[in-house]
């Protein structure tokens, strides 16, 4: 009987399975993970970027046996202190967050005076700019990390390419090529410095509110209506975000959140009666103990004494 054999074609253009798609990320993890045997446990980091519906989280991060060890993070939530309040998970936002992580970490492995990346974020010769700062990075001592993208589709001009370039115009080396950069043209194979510079200095977000003002006024109201209550035009969206760049460079030093204490319990949806109580401090919960413990040896004391009274 003859036996035919199965032979799968040879591009990867076909759609992969569950099981194949989940068996191919897990590949990828663990060659990020890997490290050389003669490198003697010298840390592999990688740039993790991940996106929520209302945040941006950039992470260095390298494995150790006992889990994942977070070296440096940085959120959009953050960006408030720099100067931008609206638009915290668009393309420009997350270059923000890239900037901001890489020169968080090169601050933190005192590294920041000598890697100081691209300050002049485009120009003309963008290429040219490009190729020497990664020559410049690639000496000796050079932060390197890779890109972990997760589960995200790598589609051209996606999110997670504006944290990858702002991380490398911060100073970290990662090893990357420019055809998912925002502006690459697959027919030609060339990137447009022009387009790129645009989407990294919100001029997407500018041109759709300037055809929303012509076109729907009415929903321009309603859909930028964080713009217009901080009096931000389309013209001058470009010198926010170069604001906020000079600023990340500035001072980009981790800042506490300080939250006020909560003025009123909030009465429990499932039980009416009861009560969210307000949690205790170490402090707190120690004292009480101690006024309990008083209270129950008071207590036997007092037992003590009418027991010898009955005898």
């Keep these: 009987m003859l036996k035919l054999k199965r032979?799968?074609?040879t591009s990867r253009d076909f759609k992969l399975s569950s099981r194949e798609g989940e068996?191919?990320?897990r590949i990828i993890g663990i060659r990020l993970i890997n490290q050389d045997k003669n490198?003697?446990?010298?840390?592999?980091y990688?740039?993790?970027?991940?996106?929520?519906?209302?945040d941006i989280v950039a992470q260095i991060i390298h494995a150790s046996i006992s889990g994942d060890i977070v070296?440096?993070?940085a959120y959009s939530h953050e960006l408030p202190h720099y100067g931008l309040d609206v638009g915290l998970t668009n393309y420009a936002a997350a270059y923000c967050v890239g900037l901001l992580l890489a020169r968080r970490v090169l601050k933190q492995l005192e590294m920041d005076t000598e890697y100081e990346g691209n300050v002049e974020v485009y120009s003309m010769l963008f290429r040219q700019l490009g190729m020497t700062s990664l020559l410049n990075q690639q000496r000796a001592g050079s932060f390197r990390a890779l890109l972990d993208v997760g589960l995200v589709r790598t589609t051209t001009g996606n999110h997670v390419f504006g944290v990858l370039k702002g991380a490398l115009d911060g100073g970290v080396d990662i090893p990357h090529?420019?055809?998912?950069?925002?502006?690459?043209?697959?027919?030609s194979k060339q990137l447009d410095p022009e387009v790129h510079r645009k989407y990294t200095y919100g001029g997407h977000v500018a041109a759709y509110m300037k055809n929303l003002m012509e076109d729907e006024p009415e929903k321009y109201q309603s859909h930028f209506?964080?713009?217009i209550k901080r009096g931000i035009e389309p013209d001058s969206i470009e010198g926010m975000y170069k604001k906020v760049h000079a600023a990340i460079r500035a001072d980009h030093e981790a800042k506490k959140s300080k939250k006020e204490p909560p003025k009123e319990h909030k009465k429990c949806n499932f039980f009416p009666l009861l009560y969210n109580l307000k949690k205790l401090s170490h402090e707190e919960r120690k004292a009480k103990l101690i006024d309990r413990l008083k209270a129950l040896n008071s207590a036997a004391g007092v037992d003590n004494d009418s027991d010898k009274d009955d005898d």
């Design 225 to 227: 209506s964080e713009y």
């Design 71 to 73: 070296l440096a993070a």
């Design 46 to 54: 990688r740039l993790v970027a991940r996106f929520t519906n209302k």
């Design 23 to 25: 068996r191919a990320r």
């Design 177 to 187: 090529s420019e055809k998912r950069f925002a502006g690459f043209n697959k027919d």
């Design 7 to 9: 032979v799968r074609p």
């Design 39 to 44: 490198k003697y446990n010298t840390p592999k």
